[in-house]
């Protein structure tokens, strides 16, 4: 920025066009792996996560920390 003679606001809009214009080279490639099918039900994972949260959260509590 300071080489160009742009502020950070000028640098980063300007990237941002860069990126998003029509055969912009963006210059990686994801790499995708199988990882076979999975051993857990995962329906429910983000209301056990939750329910793993609020048990630890009361845990902390009871102990005063």
């Given amino acids: 920025m300071v ?3 742009i502020s950070f606001k000028q640098a980063l809009n300007d990237a941002i066009r860069a990126g998003t214009s029509p055969g912009a080279d963006v210059g990686f ?3 995708v792996h ?3 099918a ?3 039900n995962l329906d429910r ?3 056990i996560a939750g329910e793993l949260e ?3 959260a009361e845990q902390m509590l ?3 920390r």
Avoid: C, K
């Fill in 54 to 56: 609020d048990e630890g």
């Fill in 38 to 40: 999975p051993v857990v």
């Fill in 62 to 64: 009871r102990s005063g």
């Fill in 34 to 36: 199988d990882m076979g």
């Fill in 3 to 5: 080489h160009r003679g």
């Fill in 45 to 47: 994972a983000l209301q």
């Fill in 29 to 31: 490639t994801t790499v």
